[in-house]
């Protein structure tokens, strides 16, 4: 009995969000999240690029017995270039995906109108 209430409100759930304005909301929360994921993936790689370059530089510095580099002089434009990128990576992703759910919602509105036969 249980199972078949819990079976119930899960597929009418399901069926909620498959309603054109529910599931525009969710495609819209899933594109924005899919740009913060990719934002900070990316602003993430460039930071360890650098660190790895820095990490570098310090040991070939040390094999050379010479005075270790600067870690601002790496990291510093680092992370104003990780900025830039991620940011712009982000907004394109979320400029296409917002584009794309509202072209989509405007398809569905100006398309034939489907009625049920029953």
Do not use: E, K
């Amino acid at each position: 009995m249980l199972v078949r209430a819990l079976r119930s409100s899960v597929t009418s759930r399901i069926a909620s969000l498959r309603q054109p304005p529910a599931a525009a909301r969710l495609a819209r929360a899933l594109w924005i999240i899919w740009a913060v994921v990719v934002w900070n993936v990316v602003f993430d790689q460039v930071i360890v690029r650098a660190g790895r370059d820095y990490l570098a530089a310090a040991g070939r510095a040390s094999a050379r017995h010479a005075l270790r580099p600067n870690m601002d002089a790496y990291m510093r434009p680092a992370a104003q270039r990780g900025v830039w990128i991620a940011t712009a990576s982000g907004a394109l992703i979320l400029f296409t995906g917002l584009a794309s759910v509202r072209a989509a919602r405007r398809r569905t509105h100006d398309g034939p109108q489907v009625t049920s036969c029953a």
